[in-house]
């Protein structure tokens, strides 16, 4: 089964850059089958999609987001990360990671917290 | 870019069905996933490419997808169910979430 497990600071402040690993375990980030995803969800908000890497390294953001993030994928960690910079507290959000299969999220990680403030 | 549009909240009587709404644009010509959110947890897949369940999601959940309406159908509601449920589609720009449903059983 496979699973996945976020990590990275807490707490970041404004205008700084919001750094997250997924560890992944049970599968391989080289599998050539899927992609890896970030989705965030504001407290009390809706989900929304961040962006997602495949084992190649080939990307796809969300526009609202493209000029913000960066994503990188660790084959030899079997991890997969992501950087969104210039951070705001519209940024606060439970950051998930995910694993796309065909276009759906059928395995998550818990879940971290990332809180932007001075 | 494209927008799900689910309704706020959904109150179902114990026992009874539920119907979940998802409203875009020509969606029966997309594949529809539904997540169920539990408070303080992770989304859980229970329906994926509009009628197809995950193993180990009870039978009580279905899906269709026709024009422009996506439904999540929830038979023989439980409390265990009360929870946020979120369609989830591809568009040309990437994945994109409805707005989210909040069901409560009573």
């Known amino acids: 089964q496979v699973q996945l497990r976020e990590s990275g600071p807490g707490l970041v402040k404004p205008s700084e850059t919001l750094s997250l690993t997924c560890t992944v375990s049970g599968g391989s980030v080289s599998s050539g089958s899927y992609s890896w995803s970030w989705i965030r969800q504001p407290p009390g908000k809706g989900l929304e999609w961040i962006g997602y890497?495949?084992?190649?390294?080939?990307?796809n953001y969300n526009p609202s987001l493209k000029s913000r993030v960066t994503m990188s994928v660790d084959k030899f960690k079997n991890q997969f990360s992501v950087k969104l910079s210039s951070v705001t507290a519209a940024d606060t959000a439970v950051y998930y990671c995910?694993?796309?299969?065909?276009?759906?999220?059928?395995?998550w990680g818990q879940g971290t917290l990332v809180t932007v403030s001075s | 870019s494209y927008e799900l549009t689910q309704p706020l909240s959904v109150s179902v009587t114990l026992g009874q069905t539920a119907r979940i709404t998802c409203g875009g644009n020509n969606i029966g010509g997309r594949n529809v996933h539904w997540y169920q959110q539990k408070p303080g947890q992770a989304p859980v897949l229970v329906i994926y490419?509009?009628?197809n369940r995950p193993s180990g999601i009870p039978e009580r959940f279905s899906g269709s997808n026709s024009g422009n309406t996506a439904t999540l159908t929830i038979s023989r509601a439980q409390a265990g169910d009360e929870a946020d449920y979120y369609c989830q589609v591809w568009d040309s720009s990437g994945g994109v979430f409805g707005t989210g449903a909040k069901v409560t059983v009573v």
């Open positions: 995910a694993r796309d299969s065909s276009g759906y999220f059928a395995f």
């Open positions: 890497i495949d084992y190649s390294g080939s990307t």
């Open positions: 490419r509009d009628t």
